[in-house]
């Protein structure tokens, strides 16, 4: 565990990093904007357990070997932007048979699928890896213990912090989402929330393909 003092300096510099927007917050907006606040809260869950995946990842030595190798890296970011690019296309080309009637059904089933998607694109980031190796290590002492126990408790509460900082994301997503249902209705609401949380998707989708592109 890290000195008390240490720890400290990380609460600050994470919530610092987190409150500033990044594509997890953009992504969570996104499907606030769309589903409200119930699936705004559910993907920053998703999204934060991606975050523990990805500590653990580091913990093992794995987030190490994606970094250093050019073409798992690569591989692992184009999977990423892939699957952007795919759910916000999903989102563009929705019937609009699709509406609130047919949302009313399944809702459950439906909170479950953005809560796994959630997941799979914090998951499939190669930059949170790059970020835990970059950002962590500045906050772990051998002198007090196993290295792996402290990037675990680092990226835990990291990931708590998330929760807090994303779930205010969501809840202004899922007012810009109500503004909007207030000023449109019926098959139009629905398409404007479509064409928004796709546009973000396929935005965030174009920016992972971009990023670090001098390691291809």
């Known amino acids: 565990m890290p000195e008390a003092s240490t720890f400290e300096l990380f609460v600050a510099a994470a919530l610092a990093l987190l409150l500033v927007p990044g594509p997890a917050v953009f992504y969570v907006i996104a499907r606030s904007v ?12 998703g999204v934060e357990i991606g975050t523990l995946v990805h500590a653990a990842f580091a913990a ?9 190798s050019a073409t798992a890296f690569s591989i692992v970011k184009w999977l990423g932007a892939a699957y952007l690019v795919w759910l ?4 563009l080309l929705a019937h609009d048979s699709s509406d609130d009637e047919a949302l009313s059904v399944g809702r459950e089933e439906r909170l479950s699928r953005v809560f796994a998607q959630s997941v799979l694109v914090q998951v499939s980031n190669p930059k949170v890896a790059l970020f835990f190796l970059a950002f962590l290590p500045q906050f ?4 007090r213990g196993a290295t792996w126990t402290q990037v675990v408790v680092l990226g835990a509460t990291l990931a708590a912090l998330g929760l807090f900082t994303d779930g205010l994301y969501a809840l202004v997503g899922g007012a810009a989402g109500n503004w909007l249902k207030q000023k449109s209705a019926g098959a139009d609401l629905r398409r404007v929330r479509l064409y928004v949380s796709g546009g973000i998707c396929i935005a965030l989708g174009a920016a992972t393909a971009i990023a670090g592109s001098g390691k291809d």
């Open 60 to 68: 093992a030595g794995l987030s190490a070997i994606l970094v250093s």
């Open 88 to 91: 916000g296309l999903q989102h």
């Open 34 to 45: 769309e589903g409200g606040r119930p699936a705004g809260l559910v993907s920053v869950l």
């Open 140 to 143: 772990v002492d051998p002198s």
